[in-house]
Each structure stands twice: as structure tokens, then as C-alpha cells.
């Protein structure tokens, strides 16, 4: 079972791995090759290492990194699982941590922006669509769920 904890700068590398990994092969399906390509040279080591600082960066790791999700309050960002491990309920996992961080700190709502790729997994998880917005990725899904 994959276990979650915080995002360390050595990660760097192995994140920005996933990343492109899965924007290649899972989020190829839904959006065109120039959009997949914008994407990856967005997410580089470097880029994540700053957004590690902004935000609160978690990792799952199970043999490696798997996966990993970020937040800003209660925004979550970034939210990858490597296609090896996908549907073994490591995504939940990731969401559900950021989550209880969000409720500690007293948010009553989670907000997440969707692709077109991770829309359904968020709908499993309790996420209400709220409005969709064209973005410089393509289309985009904002949704939100009430927090306990
Ligand atoms: C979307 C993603 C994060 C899901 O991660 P995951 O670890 O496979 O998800 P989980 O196994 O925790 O799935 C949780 C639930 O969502 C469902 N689910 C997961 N992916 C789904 C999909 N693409 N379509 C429909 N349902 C999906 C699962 O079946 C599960 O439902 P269940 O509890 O009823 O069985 C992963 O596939 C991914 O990284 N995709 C590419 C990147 C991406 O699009 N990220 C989202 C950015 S907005």
C-alpha cells in the first residue's frame, strides 16, 4: 500500500518524471499533441521545486514516487497518478490527504480544476461541477465538495 508524505526537493526529478509520463500516455487520449507538449515543458524539475514552495506537496510512494498532489489552502493542483498503479485507489488517497489538511486549517470546501482526463475521478470522489473555463492547457473543469 502506498503511503503518503510530504514533497522533499530530491523528489524533484522523479515528480516531473511522473508528470510527463502521464501526461504522454493517460491525458494523450483527451487533449492534442501541442497541448500535451505545452504541458510537459511546463512541469520541469524546476518548475516543480518553485511550486513545492507556494504550495503544500505531498507524494505517494510505494516502491518510488506513484504519485502526487499539491494544494494552496483549500485549491488542490497537480494531481498525478503514474498509469503502472492507476485505479488501485492511490488517487483517493492523495485527495483525501490534502482534504483533512484543508479541514484542520477550517475550510468548509474543497476546489479542484479539472482536465478532461481527470473530471470523472473527481465526480467519484463527491466533486460537484461548478463552472468549466478554456485555459491555456484547453478545457478545464472547476468543481468543488463540501469538507466535513
Ligand atoms: C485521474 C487520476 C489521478 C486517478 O488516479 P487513480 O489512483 O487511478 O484513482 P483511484 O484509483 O483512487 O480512483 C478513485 C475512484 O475514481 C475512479 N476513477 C479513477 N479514474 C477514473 C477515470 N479516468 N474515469 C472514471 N472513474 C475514474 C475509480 O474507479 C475509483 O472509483 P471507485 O472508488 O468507485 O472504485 C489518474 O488516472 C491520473 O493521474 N491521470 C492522469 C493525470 C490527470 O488527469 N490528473 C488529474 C488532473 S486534473
Known amino acids: 500500500m502506498a503511503t503518503i508524505r510530504p514533497f522533499d526537493s530530491a523528489d524533484a526529478p522523479a515528480v516531473a518524471a511522473l508528470i510527463e509520463r ?3 500516455e493517460v491525458n494523450s487520449r483527451d487533449y492534442p499533441s501541442e ?3 505545452r504541458m510537459c515543458d511546463h512541469f520541469t524539475e524546476q518548475r516543480i521545486t518553485e511550486l513545492a514552495i507556494q504550495r503544500q506537496m505531498v507524494v505517494a510512494e510505494d516502491d518510488g514516487i506513484v504519485g502526487t498532489v499539491s ?4 485549491k ?3 494531481m498525478f497518478v ?3 498503479v492507476a485505479r488501485r485507489g492511490i488517487g483517493r488517497l492523495l485527495m483525501r490527504h490534502v482534504e483533512e489538511l484543508a479541514t484542520i486549517d477550517g475550510y ?3 476546489e479542484t480544476g479539472a ?4 473530471h470523472d475521478f473527481y465526480r467519484r470522489l463527491g466533486y460537484i461541477d461548478v463552472r468549466s473555463t478554456e485555459t491555456e492547457f484547453g478545457l478545464n473543469y472547476i468543481l468543488r465538495r463540501s469538507l466535513p
Do not use: A, F, K, Q
Open 35 to 37: 497541448v500535451i507538449e
Open 115 to 118: 482536465s478532461i482526463t481527470g
Open 108 to 110: 468548509d470546501h474543497m
Open 82 to 84: 503514474h498509469p503502472r
Open 76 to 78: 488542490v493542483y497537480t
Open 22 to 24: 502521464c501526461l504522454r
Open 71 to 74: 494544494r494552496d489552502g483549500n
